[in-house]
């Protein structure tokens, strides 16, 4: 593959990743051992807040008259579509039945999570939209309960925002706790939640760590690192455009990649250098994590033909994958290694993030290669069940006996036998093994 970086990433997503299992797991254990009161010890020593940690319906009502009936039109026409999308998931998913053989019916059934929790991070930045992707795609699955755990800011709360959106989109219950006291809590059963079946939401690194850690215990949507958006641009493409969608998705964190993959040198020059200037632009803290993520982490990269290009997407297996290149039809069919795919200039990561409709809790660090992102099918469990008549047990029973004996494991088959014996009085069956 004649593949030249014209920028070449210094560092990797997980370069400055300092340990932090050891204290997370103290955290938990503590906890786990300490019970609500730990956990508020937790609260008001990181979030440095002390007001109520389970909000009341009347803080939430006074949250929502905080805000504009601009911003509830806009969160409620995110949230609506959002739903329809989980729906619409939600119906190519449904319960099977088959005759296997005859007389042997083996079936399928998809069957919610009790309960959820959503954690939604509300420190550097507010995410609003996190708790329209967590809470309304749970509660479209059919969740029992859900619940929401988001960082308060000290002396104020949890922003009258997510709070808003929370209980627009179905959340039981607001936990005014960031961090991995919030997770662990949801985890837990503390402050009269029940305890989570599935953890969700994105988080820094000491919430996808009690997540990693937990795993096993609850499910958890996915193990997350930096967020990273590749985009893929030919000749085609509008320089200023790709540029501005590179540096919108360099703010969200210091190292956050974003690679540029094209097969035109013009079109990586002219980002190149409009990137710098884009970023310039941007409020303070804003500019320094894109300045920074830029500088460490993203790539340029010059490939011969728009099927090297694909193949180089297909290995880094991004996060966000934009399409801003000619025959979109194409790059959709040849495309398959990442979390979201946002095809042409007309759409944007930014709208997935926030407003279209699909979920933007999302697979990060290649994880795009095995598996997709945040779905009403990772609320639900898919079971299976069987019953049969004697005749339809008839051959799976001998067959069973037979293999569970090759296998070493008498009393498996035993567990055959007893059925042939009882149901087929005075036959003759040969149950033992051959090689």
């Known amino acids: 593959m004649s593949r030249t ?5 210094e560092k990797t997503s997980t370069s400055d990743a300092s340990s932090v299992t050891e204290i997370v797991q103290n955290i938990l254990n503590e906890i786990e051992a300490g019970g609500e009161d730990a956990a508020t010890r937790f609260a008001e020593k990181f979030d440095r807040y002390t007001g109520n940690l389970v909000v009341t319906r009347d803080e939430i009502d006074a949250a929502s008259s905080q805000l504009s009936q601009k911003l509830k039109d806009d969160i409620r026409f995110a949230h609506d579509n959002v739903r329809k999308f989980a729906e619409a998931q939600k119906k190519t998913l449904g319960d099977v039945e088959v005759e296997i053989v005859p007389g ?5 059934k998809t069957i919610p999570c009790q309960a959820a929790g959503c954690y939604v991070p509300g420190g550097r930045y507010s995410h609003v939209a996190s708790a329209i992707m967590t809470v309304t795609t749970a509660k479209v699955a059919g969740c029992d309960h859900i619940a929401v755990c988001s960082p308060p800011r000290p002396d104020v709360g949890v922003n ?5 959106t929370a209980d627009l989109c179905g959340a039981d219950a607001i936990l005014a706790m960031g961090g991995v006291q919030g997770v662990a809590s949801m985890a837990c059963g503390l402050f009269g939640l029940p305890s989570a079946d599935i ?3 994105p988080g820094n690194q000491f919430v996808a760590e009690a997540k990693r850690i937990l795993f096993g215990r609850v499910g958890i949507d996915m193990f997350a690192g ?8 030919d000749a085609t493409a509008d320089a200023e455009i790709v540029a501005a969608d590179l540096v919108g ?3 969200h964190g210091y190292n956050s990649p974003v690679w540029l993959v094209t097969d035109n040198a013009d079109l990586a020059n002219a980002v190149s250098l409009a990137v710098p200037r884009l970023i310039s632009t941007l409020p303070d803290l804003n500019r320094e994590n894109a300045e920074a993520a830029w500088r460490d982490y993203a790539e340029v990269i010059l490939c011969g033909n728009r099927e090297e290009m694909a193949a180089t997407a297909d290995e880094y297996a991004p996060e966000h994958l934009s399409v801003q290149a000619d025959d979109l039809d194409w790059w959709l069919d040849r495309l398959q290694c990442y979390g979201s ?3 042409g200039e007309q759409t944007t990561v930014a709208f997935g993030d926030k407003a279209s409709g699909t979920n933007h809790v999302l697979p990060t660090s290649g994880a795009a290669r095995y598996t997709g992102g945040l779905s009403v099918h990772k609320f639900m469990k898919i079971v299976t069940w ?5 005749d339809g047990a008839r051959p799976v029973a001998e067959a069973t006996a037979r293999i569970s004996r090759l296998e070493g494991m008498e009393g498996h088959a035993r567990t055959a036998d007893i059925r042939l014996h009882k149901y087929f009085p005075g036959e003759v069956f040969d149950l033992t093994a051959t090689e």
């Not at 970086?5 to 990433?9: C, E, G, Q």
């Not at 042997?104 to 399928?108: C, K, N, R, W």
């Not at 069987?386 to 004697?390: E, F, G, V």
């Open 5 to 9: 970086y014209l920028k070449k990433a």
């Open 104 to 108: 042997l019916v083996a079936g399928q």
């Open 160 to 164: 009258p925002a997510i709070l808003y």
């Open 199 to 201: 953890l969700v939401g």
């Open 226 to 233: 930096p967020t990273d958006s590749l985009i893929l641009a």
């Open 249 to 251: 998705q360099a703010e």
């Open 341 to 343: 795919l946002f095809l």
């Open 386 to 390: 069987q019953r049969a008549t004697a």
